[in-house]
C-alpha cells in the first residue's frame, strides 16, 4: 500500500472530508476537534477534553490541504498550505 493511500485512510482526515462536504459555509478546526470529540465523550470528562482532538486535526487538515483535497481559508481567502498558518483559519472542500 502506498504512503499516499495509508495517510487517507486516517480516520481523523475521512472524518474531515465527510464534515466538510456536508457544510454550506467554511469550518473552524475548533467546531471539527469537537463534533469529532463528541460521540467520543465520557460523562466524567471535563468540557474542553475536546481540544486533546485538536492537534490532530490541524494535521490531518493541512495534509488535506497540501494533497489539494481541501483549501485553509485566512481572512477570506485561499491560503497556501506550504506556507506556515498563523492565527485563526477556516477549512472548505476544494472546489475543482
Not at 499516499?4 to 485512510?9: I, Q
Not at 466524567?44 to 485538536?54: G, H, I, Q, S, V
Not at 493541512?62 to 485566512?74: F, S, V, Y
Amino acid at each position: 500500500m502506498s504512503e499516499e493511500k495509508k495517510k487517507t485512510d486516517d480516520p481523523v482526515a475521512i472524518f474531515i472530508l465527510g464534515e466538510l462536504h456536508g457544510a454550506e459555509a467554511p469550518v473552524s478546526p475548533d467546531n471539527l476537534a469537537r463534533a469529532y470529540y463528541k460521540p467520543r465523550a465520557k460523562k466524567d470528562e471535563r468540557p474542553d477534553t475536546w481540544r486533546k482532538y485538536l492537534p490532530a486535526i490541524r494535521q490531518q487538515a493541512l495534509h488535506l490541504a497540501r494533497t489539494g483535497r481541501i483549501n485553509i481559508i485566512r481572512k477570506g481567502e485561499v491560503a497556501d498550505p506550504k506556507a506556515p498558518i498563523k492565527g485563526l483559519f477556516k477549512l472548505e472542500i476544494a472546489k475543482n
